[in-house]
């Protein structure tokens, strides 16, 4: 009994914890509450629906040359596309490894290269500049392949499309 009173301060110390910690889980920080993002997608399919899909004419200009304003207007969406799909890689989706790859600070500044890259591509399809498109477009081909050395797996994850390029076959 002797230590009773000490101990009832340690329980009631305990319960403002308890209370301080509840309280911070029930008013999340924004940063909290941008953890809890989920695309409902894995990153493998935004990768081959989105990221592959785009990226592919915006290369393929450079030596197919646009031919008039709607060719031109086109690039232009796909090059938005690529930048939002960059930033889209931060956010975890539905894959197996997705979390382990948004959370890793290498893979975060893959991603927002691409986005960078892909919003010069917009300014290069704006001003209807096959030197400035062709440009990058070798930036972005050089951004896909180091980060697929860094972390692709050799096997994919989710093999969904089995389709690599889409302008593959009318080259
Ligand atoms: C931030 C890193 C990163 C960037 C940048 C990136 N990829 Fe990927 N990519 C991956 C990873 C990781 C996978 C495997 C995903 C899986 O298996 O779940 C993948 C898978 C793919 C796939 C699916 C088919 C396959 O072989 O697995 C295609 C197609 C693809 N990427 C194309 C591209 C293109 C084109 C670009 C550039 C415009 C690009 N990627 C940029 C990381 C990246």
Known sequence: MKYFPRTKQFSQALAFT???????????????????ARLPISINEVMASLINHSADPIWVAAWRNPQNDDDWRELEH????????????????????????TDDAEWRAYAQQLSDSAARAVNAARAKDVGLISRAGDEIVDICESCHIDFKPAIPTMNIYGELSPTAGDI
Request: glycine share 12%; hydrophobic share 45%.
């Open 18 to 36: 308890i209370a301080g910690l509840t309280l911070a889980a029930c008013s999340p920080t924004s940063e909290q509450a941008a953890e809890e």
């Open 78 to 101: 796909l090059a938005r596309q690529l930048q939002v799909g960059g930033a889209l890689l931060t956010i975890p989706g539905t894959g197996p490894a997705d979390r382990i790859w």
